[in-house]
């Protein structure tokens, strides 16, 4: 399967900040998704990144918070905007093509303060 | 809404003994199921996968049984080892997207 290259692996930010994390596939996916994983719960979908064109988010998630973009076939980015420490998760990057398994980057674990 | 659940946060197993862990759904519209393993501090890592049609997958150490009258997953390792020591997620996937249980931590006892 391919791999995703993703960072930062980790970060502490203050407050009020955004981050952006990026993710680098080493060959052409269809499709790429940006996960969130809090502290004991499951990996939640934030969006589906498109290539070309705005995001697809899932309930809860909003492109003002979370905008992503998805410039090519191998390269994405999640910004988190304003962090406050309730964004305080691992982030997770995703590709999948066609009826296949995911396969994931190493995640980002962001804390905020 | 959880569609995929893990009840058991956490198993125990001497090593060279069978670790089973299991996995619910609520969506029978879920027709590819999969497990992943993940290491503290890297990414989920692809174990093993089942298609809807069929009840059992096999590979090496590792088997997927599949119930879908009882909505239910389940994953065997056998003989387990202690690097089988991680996280287990399973998945299940509808179209594009997977959904996540909440994980079960494996530890394999030498």
């Known amino acids: 399967s391919a791999v995703i290259s993703q960072k930062p692996s980790r970060d502490i930010c203050q407050r009020g900040t955004s981050l952006t994390i990026q993710c680098q596939v080493d060959?052409?996916?269809?499709?790429m998704f940006w996960y969130r994983q809090q502290p004991g719960q499951s990996l939640t979908l934030i969006a589906t990144?498109?290539?070309?064109?705005?995001?697809?988010?899932e309930s809860g998630f909003v492109i003002d918070k979370f905008p992503i973009s998805r410039p090519n076939l191998t390269f994405s980015t999640l910004t988190v905007s304003n962090m406050s420490p309730e964004d305080s998760s691992i982030y997770l990057c995703?590709?999948?093509?066609?009826?296949?398994?995911?396969?994931f980057g190493q995640g980002t674990r962001l804390t905020v303060v | 809404d959880q569609q995929v659940k893990q009840n058991s946060p956490s198993l125990s197993v001497q090593e060279g003994r069978i670790s089973i862990l299991n996995c619910d759904y609520t969506?029978?519209?879920?027709?590819?199921f999969l497990w992943y393993k993940k290491y503290p501090a890297e990414g989920p890592t692809f174990l093993i996968s089942?298609?809807?049609?069929?009840d059992k997958n096999e590979d090496g150490r590792f088997t997927v049984f599949l119930n879908k009258s009882a909505k239910h997953l389940s994953l065997h390792i056998v003989p387990s080892q202690p690097g089988d020591s991680a996280v287990y997620f399973c998945?299940?996937?509808?179209?594009?997207?997977?959904?996540f249980g909440t994980g079960t931590s494996l530890t394999v006892i030498p």
């Open positions: 089942i298609s809807s049609i069929k």
């Open positions: 060959s052409q996916v269809t499709m």
């Open positions: 995703s590709g999948r093509s066609g009826y296949t398994e995911a396969f």
């Open positions: 969506n029978s519209m879920f027709d590819y």
């Open positions: 998945a299940a996937s509808w179209g594009d997207q997977f959904y």
């Open positions: 990144a498109n290539q070309g064109s705005e995001a697809t988010y």
